[in-house]
């Protein structure tokens, strides 16, 4: 919003030597926003000049200029020493005998662009003769500025060359440019600037808006307000006033004091009619629209779209309405106007127009929001209208646009004036004035909370306060009706500390408390992301929807419980509309992502949530916002959310080591993922187990399943099937695993006690055992263990040997026993019998023979 300083000192005691920084400055220390600053920056000389020569002169390039002779006053006696000054200029609307602008030598034009004479086109140019575009009055370039034309031929008889340009133009205006907030509506006006730098400031404010208006009798134009499917329950339109000028000479020339502000705050002049509206608009903040009156059928009124109509707008667009789309419609019911939006092309105010109907309407905010939308048609109504106009303004601004077509136009204004509707009024705040004291931790007087709400335009009932006991610090305060934004007390709290001002608000940190530190689930899970990390995995982060198809590519079974997923009512991407049921499904994505992307070796891990299906979800409700739900409600809406459990999955492809002097690359393979699972089980002081498995998405001959010894799965590891790597176009042999975060948090809560180091010598021994090949070698390897007993320190698989010497259908596992006593060193006889014992043990639980 600009707001020229010039126009604020008519609504407010502004001080003559504050300068628009100044001004800014007090806006902003109400909470407004400062866009900039603009004008101020011309000096002259720049004076009133007229034509006395003009002699077209065609160039080699095929432009024509003109060189001319300006008469400028006594300032041509300082510039060309008596003479006439001498301008090239390459305009064409102009001739002998024109008043024009001129800047002379010295002068300097919005920008800094500082003017000199100087030769062009054969001639020394002294000075220019200026376009509005040139002076910042106007985006107009086409041709210069003619004072007949710009102030009309009676305010331009009585100029004389050389009268200051700078002063009758009002060039010299600084304009403050003020970022309106979406619940700053009021401030879409130069009303809403000025009370807001009186209040900032404490100077005397002049409502604007404070004029006698016609009040509506039922004897002015007919208007009648329909809403057969109002927004959220709100009537789109709760009020309309209707005024009628007859006899307007909508060709008269907008007076130049109206097209100066007009052009300071950004908009075009186009015609009286239309700059009359625009003006009320810019200085009220109620958005008007004029329609022919001789193009109604001899009433208007309100009505949503109906499926299948159509209004070609003023921009010559022609648009297929909404039935969401609020409409005025005359007698007729043929539609005029998108409501609060823009005018129709059919009852637009022509050259040929005489009697004008002037609609000051109340529009509900959102339904004008949907519309501007919906359209994608965004106009100066629909900006203010959104954010909530003052209802009662509405008759005032009409008044003060019938005035100035009176005025201005010639018109005659009818007697009669319609005022329908009933809007709402702002809900009483019951408000108590130790609120803002609370809240932003400064303290706030009763009485200046009582006078800032009252400054602030609210009605202030103060029961306790009239009858001499200030104890009771509840009082109800009634907004007003330009402030549709305070609905509560801590709306009022803002306005209190708005206005003593933001900059008296400290900065202090919050001193923290001591904490109990981090939680075990939160220990356990920095321990998985670090222990991953050590391992050298990445970590990647990526959005748990899934494609309906993922689940055939990932191979699983039709009865595959992983295939029940939990679907989103409103998904970010219709394409994956599905929550994930294990980490693996969006993590293998990423990986592909990398790999594309030039990354042949890549190693990734993700901690992150899943979203176990079922069969029979309960539907959760959807309580309201205005009040806290109950217990009862919440249950309700805790019991219909799904589990969540937390997984962490890794995968990789490419090289785990990369080829160099020391020997050959070697790729990552099932046995590297099952490894990243066994050391996160030694980091967490687990011992956990490890078993061939067949599960989908690995191979079924390189998949393993880990658990603790209790049987419980903690996860699986190993090599993606080739059909799957296929069908998610990954690298073939890519290696995956996937483990249960919350049964690692749950089977480690009870501290481990550290084991104690003996600094006895170790004494190893090795052992070969054939087995039946299905035998795993983890249940050798348990079976080993608890028949040696608490001496076995370690026991490590160093060779698995198939072929003639076993028989077909065996295997022999090579293992290396290391023993150690916490107190003595073992001797040889000690070393065999534990030997024997671990063997003995592993024949009876797996059938195993010592080779």
Partial sequence: MHAPVSWLRELADVPADATGADIAAALVKVGLEEEGLSGGD????????????????????GKTVNWCTVDVGDHGQRVTEGKAQEIVC???????????VCVLPGGVLPGGFEISARKTYGHVSNGMICSARELGLGDDHDGIILLTELLGADAAASLQPGDDAIALLGLADEVVEVNVTPDRG????????????????????????DLRVAEGDGTGYPVHLTDDAPVEGVVGCDRYVARVVRGVDVGAATPQWMRKRLTQVGMRPISLAVDVTNYVMMLLGQPLHAF?????????????ARVGEKLTTLDDVARALDPEDLLIVDGSDTPLAIAGVMGGEASEVTSATT????EAAHFDPISIARSSRRHRLVTEASKRFERGVDPAVAAAAAQLAVDLLVEHGGGTADP??????EPRTPAAIAFDTALPTRYVGLDYPREEVLSTLRAIGCVVQDDAGDAG?????????????????????PDLVEEVARVRGYDQIPSVLPQPKDGHGLTHGQRVRRVIATTLAHQGLVEVLTYPFVARDLFDRLGYAPDDSRRRAEALVNPLSEEAPLMRTSVLDTLQDALRRNVARGHRDVAVYEVGLVTVGREDAAVAPVPGIEVRPDDATLDRIREAVPAQPRHVAMAAAGDASVAGPWGPARPYDASDAVAWVLTLGTALGLDLEVQAADRSPWHPGRCASISLPDGTVVGHAGELHPKVTAALDLPARSVAAEVDVDVLIAATGTPRQADELSTYPAAHTDVALVVDEQVPAGRVEAALRAGAGEGLESVHLFDVYRGEQVGDGRKSLAYRLTFRAPDRTLTTDEVSALRDAAVAAAAEQTGAVQR
């Fill in 42 to 61: 011309i000096s002259g000389p720049i004076v009133v000049g007229r034509v006395l020569t003009v002699e077209p002169e065609p160039q080699k390039n």
């Fill in 90 to 100: 390459g305009a064409h609307n102009f001739s002998a005998g024109d008043l024009v």
């Fill in 186 to 209: 009021y401030c879409f006006s130069l009303r809403g600037i000025a009370r807001e730098y009186a209040l900032s400031t404490g100077a005397a404010y002049r409502d604007p808006a």
């Fill in 292 to 304: 022919d009156l001789q193009t109604l059928s001899g009433a208007v009124g309100t009505r949503r």
């Fill in 355 to 358: 009697d004008v109907l002037i």
């Fill in 416 to 421: 009669g004036a319609t005022d329908v509707g």
């Fill in 469 to 489: 006991d200030a104890g009771d610090d509840v009082v109800t305060v009634q907004p007003p009706s330009w402030r549709p934004d305070l609905a509560d007390g």
